[in-house]
């Protein structure tokens, strides 16, 4: 491979860069002023923090961890923390990034935050994490609140992640103070519903994406890749809406019938196993293999540039409806457009987690609490909402809905930064 083809491979796998890019297109068709585009464009704060921890067997291994805040304009930071091998600062900040516009999309008041441990949690005890948490938490007091950040879980961490935080956090405020981090356990003021928010957000955009089309609202052959709380079940509620869900993978493999899956048992099997290897009634084929089969809904929900330059031309499915972050790069959407597919992009279909992290943050406020059903009504018209705006702004700029996402979230945010002026 030449340099020139090894730098643009690199720039095609750096999360960030691809970001910028989608950026630059929608913020020359707002005719933002430049000195505004950059602003709006860069992370207001980033930190790179050490964390030591104190070893099972008793020895000492300093991890680094990354907290981002990209906007604060329309109210405290909100997004994840995630622990992976592959946590780098330039993906912290695409999906800080991210988090800005998918809150503007939703129209949500918060700006958008991202953490990450550089670890793999698979190798650790539950005492080496909680460890880890808790110095991870210690050393960003000075920069989260629930009035100035609020993480929320994301890769390789939950509920109890998050009680280990929200009790780190309180410990040193000598206060309980549940609006600190949203995904809690429900008996530490966490919210109904949360659990499955994501992916009932993919499917409720596979509905209307559908709609939009003209499609069947039922019936679809639907490929997912990812079979945690998005992948797993967004393609359980789509499974339910009357679709064929024919493949799904995990990190070990994906499965496939032609005649459909039966998504309740999928699930269960998966909970006891740990594994989609060797379910019953389904043929192991390569995780490559999944993104490039004949489907009417592709839906990835891995992680990024999972679709990209490489597979793109390959790619059969009608529609795609990103529940991951980043999960198709620029390159790719190019030949997706050329192609004719509908891509439902990531700062809209997989907003359900932090428009019922919101809920969340509001119920803790007032310390009263939502039962499902309202929390899902409320997140249904959010959502459809949204959906409608964006497919109203790529029309008005005669524009993909990636696009018209990024005009309506970068218009918003824009306003709010103007509005409150420059402090100097």
Not at 1 to 16: I, K, R
Not at 50 to 74: E, K
Not at 107 to 112: H, L, S
Not at 283 to 295: H, K, M, Q
Request: proline share 4%; glycine share 10%; hydrophobic share 40%.
């Amino acid at each position: 491979m030449s340099d020139t083809a090894t730098t643009a491979a690199g720039l095609e796998s750096n999360p960030f860069v691809q970001m910028q890019r989608r950026f630059e297109l929608a913020s020359s068709l707002l005719a933002l002023d430049p000195g505004l585009a950059k602003v709006l464009e860069t992370p207001a704060q980033e930190i790179s923090t050490s964390v030591p921890v104190q070893m099972d067997n008793g020895s000492m291994r300093l991890f680094t961890g990354y907290r981002v805040q990209h906007s604060i304009a329309r109210g405290p930071a909100k997004g994840g923390i995630r622990y992976s091998p592959d946590v780098t600062l330039d993906e912290v900040r695409a999906l800080a990034a991210w988090m800005t516009w998918k809150c503007a999309v939703v129209n949500v008041p918060f700006g958008g935050g991202k953490g990450g441990i550089i670890c793999n949690p698979r190798r650790m005890s539950q005492h080496e994490l909680e460890r880890m948490t808790r110095r991870y938490a210690s050393n960003l007091l000075d920069l989260i609140g629930p009035e100035r950040d609020v993480p929320a879980p994301d890769m390789n961490t939950n509920e109890q992640v998050m009680a280990w935080f929200m009790d780190t956090y309180s410990m040193h405020t000598r206060a309980t103070n549940t609006a600190i981090v949203t995904g809690k356990p429900i008996g530490l003021g966490g919210s109904q519903g949360r659990l499955e928010a994501t992916g009932l957000g993919v499917a409720l955009t596979t509905r209307e994406s559908l709609k939009h089309l003209g499609l069947p609202s039922s019936g679809a052959r639907v490929v997912v890749q990812g079979a945690g709380n998005v992948g797993g079940l967004g393609a359980l509620f789509l499974h339910e809406m009357g679709h064929k869900v024919v493949a799904i993978s995990d990190i070990f493999g994906a499965i496939h019938n032609a005649e459909g899956l039966d998504m309740p048992a999928l699930l269960d099997y998966l909970k006891e196993k740990g594994t989609l290897e060797k379910f019953h009634g389904a043929e192991a084929i390569a995780n490559s293999e999944l993104l490039t089969l004949d489907c009417d809904v592709l839906v990835p929900a891995a992680t990024e540039n999972q679709i990209n330059s490489a597979n793109a031309p390959d790619i059969k499915a009608k529609v795609i409806v990103e529940g991951a972050n980043g999960p198709t790069t620029a390159d790719a959407d190019r030949i997706l457009t050329e192609k004719g597919v509908f891509v439902a992009p990531d700062i809209l279909a997989n907003a359900g987690g932090v428009t019922v992290s919101y809920f969340e943050w509001v119920q803790n406020r007032m310390g009263y609490f939502w039962d499902k059903e309202d929390v899902f009504r409320r997140m249904e018209t959010i959502m459809v909402k949204a959906f409608d705006d964006i497919v109203a702004a790529a029309q008005t700029h005669d524009t993909t809905p990636r696009i018209g996402a990024y005009c309506v979230a970068i218009d918003r945010v824009a306003y709010c930064l103007q509005m409150r002026g420059l402090y100097a």
